[in-house]
């Protein structure tokens, strides 16, 4: 495999193709979001960590309203980050059919690619579904566990009333649940690179999605090398681009320890710095990806 040109076509195809940089936005929002969040309320964060006993937990304890507030609010999480899914599914497939079409030699636009990516939606869902299903498990286990502990947590606070004592023990649990956190980035990292290349296998021959994930799998067994590098090089670029992003924050984080109240708004204010580059980032990356599935499968793609 010729890692160069790849990178190289990977980047001039997604420069002269500005009209994908809005699906790329959609793929970079949780990362924009994080920074935002991270650099908002990282302080209060490391406050908690660096002491605990300082948050008035007590308070919550027998609190009906907080309870229903907490239900509430998981509840619309989970719909807000459902609906947004189907959005970065269908930006994905968006990118993805646009490659194929150009790599085809038929000219591409926006309202093709999405027309592209909806119609992928449906089996890109059915692809998450049976993909995900292994770290599905295993993080269900550790939800459980971790439901256990907060019981827990809770029974020691109105059993004994300390906070100290209470933090003991969901500290000690928290370390019996280690070794099975650790099976999360081995897995995790595993599905990732199964389901975006899975992706490109669907989408370059419409078939049962089983058939997708076996072909995809016997690429994978048979290319590994060369899926390693490139998921090292694309990680190594990844790592540069956020250390850039850190750096031109830092003056910003100067200025809200000496003004805190700032902190909120230039929070905001790092968000929307990082989404430019961020967004052009995740579209060269689903660019590159489908490049690279393509020069590994070897097959023709038929729309």
């Known amino acids: ?4 040109r790849l ?19 959609i793929l970079a929002l949780g990362s924009v979001v994080t920074a935002v969040f991270r650099f908002t309320y990282l302080p209060q964060f490391m406050q908690f960590v660096g002491d605990p006993t300082g948050i008035a937990l007590d308070a919550f304890v027998g609190n009906n309203q907080y309870w229903t507030w907490l239900l509430g609010g998981t509840a619309v999480l989970f719909i807000l980050s459902l609906a947004f899914w189907l959005v970065w599914a ?3 497939g968006a990118i993805i059919t646009a490659v194929n079409e150009a790599e085809a ?16 939606l449906g089996r890109f869902i059915a692809i998450d579904a049976i993909v995900f299903f292994p770290l599905f498990l295993l993080l269900l286990l ?21 906070t100290e004592t209470a933090v003991t023990w969901i500290v000690a649990g928290l370390a019996c649940l280690l070794p099975l956190t650790c099976l999360l980035l081995p897995l995790g990292m595993l599905t990732s690179v199964l389901r975006t290349l899975a992706f490109r296998e669907t989408a370059i021959q419409p078939q049962k999605v089983r058939a997708s994930i076996r072909q995809t799998w016997q690429v994978m067994k048979r290319q590994w090398g060369a899926i390693l590098v490139v998921w090292a090089l694309v990680w190594g670029m990844q790592t540069i681009l956020n250390v850039g992003i850190s750096g031109l924050a830092l003056p910003l984080g100067g200025v809200t320890a000496v003004a805190p109240a700032l902190g ?37 793609y038929t729309s």
């Open 1 to 4: 495999m010729d890692y160069g």
């Open 142 to 162: 550790l939800m459980l566990l971790a439901t256990g502990l907060m019981l827990a947590f809770t029974w020691q606070m109105m059993r004994i009333g300390s």
């Open 264 to 300: 909120r708004w230039l929070g905001w204010l790092v968000g929307v710095g990082t989404a430019v580059p961020l967004m052009i980032w995740h579209t060269y990356t689903a660019v590159l990806w489908t490049m690279v599935y393509r020069d590994l499968a070897e097959r023709p």
């Open 90 to 92: 269908t930006a994905q």
């Open 7 to 25: 990178l190289v076509s990977s980047w001039q195809f997604t420069w002269r193709h500005k009209f994908l940089w809005p699906f790329g936005l």
């Open 105 to 120: 030699g038929r000219s591409v636009f926006w309202r093709q690619a999405v027309g592209g990516g909806m119609a992928l």
